[in-house]
């Protein structure tokens, strides 16, 4: 039976009820998932087999057997490792049922049908006695995140400890250590709060609340070893904030503060804490597998490439100075699932930290990143300056945008602001009057522009239409072209002005091809795994992405380095004052030539909106691609990219022979439903 919910089309605005089997929630969640990434992190799978056959070899060595549990197998990759190091029994524990079906289906491909008892159920629902007939004395468990403790591997392995296992079991890992270091970095602090944004001829000021507020209670996780030298500043040495001992798990809290001293190696302004976590994975802490940024690995030329785990990233409610020399205290605290620190004060409440302002319920940290950007928003001041005069009626139509604020400072007569609900109208106004423009701005709450008539604007005829374009219920970079279907409903109901300026005037889809040095691994095929037949996952993944996925995806470009195979290349382009979008259909068809020899595994897609005929914004890239670099290193990165994956990658090359120079593609765009599709082929296999 499906279950019907409401949701808005992002690109024609129109709200539909949509129907969402088991199945489609089941697909999703294994597309969305990053179980092929973690397949693929050979890191990870060795530093787990070399733990666990020391675990089995110890037991074997006392004359014990080895009596095996695995919480969350996923493919059943580890519970098979476990026999073949020679353990007697084996558990296999998984919830998540079509994953667990994936397991029996991977674990018969090995023929291991029978050797490992399949457990389709929570790990703190499982019975001794009826689902295992004894306690294990191996525990293996992979139920970490980017906070190390956000999938609930504390309450995980303490439930096993007191009911599933001997008391002389071994647990992999053993345990794990959580360290901080302090750093100075504007450019990170601009993904954290709305600071003032100093342009030419004009300073929008935030609001004292977003200012005061502790920020966003989600981690804010990260590529942190992408980030630019010139981006930030270590201020302290590294420090141990949190040991979770998961072999005797009485020595660890549900909750917990500790206060922590860390030398001060440079003078600064502390914006952030990036975190990292090690894993101890033996009792001997012999071996090691930490998410450890790149100037601290211990081998950095073996550092591993992951999307699973992440650095983590945690702000602290103001900015506060350091001095080189002194010793800085930070209060460390976490809960069940998640951490968070500041410096320590007087005022220091071990509570999570939540939003008080409603700006980061309300905003993205890419929002807060675009918003903070003070290049993007002088682009945007030098085109308003060309189209406003003091007899300007104007509309802004982006959610939670500071174009009304520009507008009223270059002195438009009145200015009017659609915002889609309640919350969102309260935080422009709270804008519009810390910076003095609430006297000629008026803000419109309404959730479906169709709505709008004259008496809303004061019977007035709109003269500039100003768009960034930007909305809130965008996930890819087309997405906001519902600035086209804005205008044309305006243009239906006559309210704008004959000569109306519109801004963005157009918008041109552009591409590039590349080659992807790790995002491709996320939907990768795995194959063969340290001699395992893990296809049948493979095939799970792959019917995952087909059904539940569009054939593109949203993705942050310049947290993954990849090398452009082509120069940038116009898909289609849009033009915004053309009020006809409701019939039309277009198809774009051509080819992208292959400049450099390579092999390409995915295409990158984004807009440049042309704000004018000589103003552009590319959501892409900042200036034109180089192909004769190593990386491109010019990507947007306060928005994402479109990425098309290559199901099987393509050898390329500008001269042809054995290799695709020219790659094919068919774009068509219905208006009707705002959807665009995609075909990407090679010059010679259709």
Not at 7 to 16: F, R
Not at 207 to 218: D, L, N
Not at 390 to 406: A, E, H, I, Q, T
Not at 665 to 683: A, H, P, R, T
């Amino acid at each position: 039976m499906a279950n019907f919910t409401q949701k808005t089309n992002p690109v024609t605005g129109i709200s539909e009820w949509v129907g969402k089997t088991e199945v489609d929630d089941c697909f999703q969640e294994i597309a969305r998932s990053a179980f092929a990434d973690m397949l693929h992190d050979s890191e990870r799978n060795e530093m787990f087999c070399q733990a666990l056959k020391k675990a089995i070899d110890k037991f074997h060595q006392l004359g014990k057997e080895a009596i095996v549990l695995d919480i969350g197998t996923g493919t059943g990759f580890l519970a098979m490792a476990a026999r073949r190091y020679g353990a007697e029994r084996v558990y296999a524990c998984e919830v998540f049922r079509p994953v667990a079906e994936t397991a029996a289906k991977v674990i018969a491909q090995n023929n291991m049908e029978g050797q490992i008892e399949l457990i389709r159920k929570r790990s703190t629902e499982i019975q001794i006695g009826e689902d295992m007939i004894e306690r294990a004395n191996i525990l293996i468990a992979e139920v970490f995140d980017t906070e190390l403790i956000g999938e609930g591997a504390l309450w995980t392995f303490k439930h096993a400890k007191q009911h599933l296992l001997t008391s002389d079991a071994v647990v992999v890992p053993d345990s794990g250590t959580v360290y901080i270091q302090a750093v100075e970095s504007e450019k990170l602090w601009s993904w954290n709060t709305l600071s003032a944004v100093n342009l030419s001829t004009m300073a929008i000021q935030p609001p004292p609340s977003i200012s005061q507020c502790t920020g966003a209670a989600s981690v804010h996780d990260l590529q942190v070893d992408q980030i630019p030298d010139n981006w930030f500043k270590l201020l302290t040495t590294e420090t141990p904030a949190f040991r979770f001992d998961f072999r005797d798990t009485d020595k660890y809290e549900f909750k917990s503060s500790a206060t922590l001293s860390m030398d001060c190696v440079r003078s600064g302004t502390c914006h952030a804490f990036i975190m990292w976590w090690v894993l101890n994975m033996d009792e001997d802490g012999d071996i090691l597998l930490g998410t450890y940024p790149r100037w601290l690995h211990p081998v950095p030329s073996n550092s591993q490439w992951r999307d699973h785990w992440m650095q983590a990233i945690y702000y602290p409610k103001q900015a506060f100075d350091l001095v080189k020399g002194d010793e800085v205290k930070i209060a460390a605290h976490h809960d069940e699932y998640s951490l968070w620190f500041d410096v320590q004060s007087t005022t220091s409440v071990n509570t999570r930290p939540v939003c008080t302002c409603g700006y980061h319920m309300q905003w993205s940290r890419c929002r807060l990143h675009w918003l903070n950007d003070s290049t993007i928003q002088e682009t945007y001041l030098t085109a308003l300056k060309n189209v406003i005069t003091k007899d300007s009626v104007c509309l802004v139509v982006s959610d939670g945008s500071l174009l009304s604020v520009m507008a009223a400072k270059l002195g438009a007569q009145q200015v009017y602001v659609v915002e889609k609900c309640d919350r969102s109208a309260k935080l422009l106004s709270n804008i519009l009057k810390v910076n003095g423009c609430k006297d000629n701005v008026k803000i419109i709450v309404e959730t479906d522009i169709n709505n709008l008539k004259s008496s809303y604007f004061d019977n007035r005829k709109i003269t500039v239409l100003l768009s960034e374009p930007y909305f809130h219920s965008s996930y890819l970079p087309w997405h906001n072209i519902h600035h086209w279907y804005v205008y044309s409903s305006l243009h239906r109901a006559d309210l704008l002005h004959t000569d109306c300026t519109v801004l963005p005037v157009s918008a041109s889809l552009k591409a590039v091809a590349v080659q992807m040095k790790d995002l491709h691994k996320i939907r990768a095929k795995v194959g063969m795994l340290d001699g395992l037949d893990i296809k049948p996952f493979d095939d799970i993944l792959r019917q995952a992405l087909q059904y539940a996925d569009e054939n593109v995806e949203p993705q942050p470009m310049w947290e993954y380095p990849s090398t452009a195979l082509s120069v940038e290349h116009k898909l289609m382009r849009f033009k915004f004052t053309d009020p006809s979008i409701v019939t039309t259909e277009a198809e774009s068809q051509g080819v992208i030539n292959i400049s450099r020899t390579g092999t390409c595994n995915g295409i990158v897609l984004w807009m440049d909106y042309h704000l004018d005929e000589k103003t552009i914004l590319s959501t892409g890239l900042q200036k034109a691609v180089e192909t004769a670099k190593d990386y491109v290193e010019d990507w947007v990165t306060s928005t994402k990219q479109g990425v098309y994956f290559y199901e099987v990658p393509l050898n390329v090359g500008p001269l042809g022979g054995d290799c695709v120079s020219q790659l094919k593609y068919n774009v068509k765009f219905n208006s009707e439903i705002g959807e665009l599709q995609f075909k990407f082929s090679d010059d010679v296999h259709e």
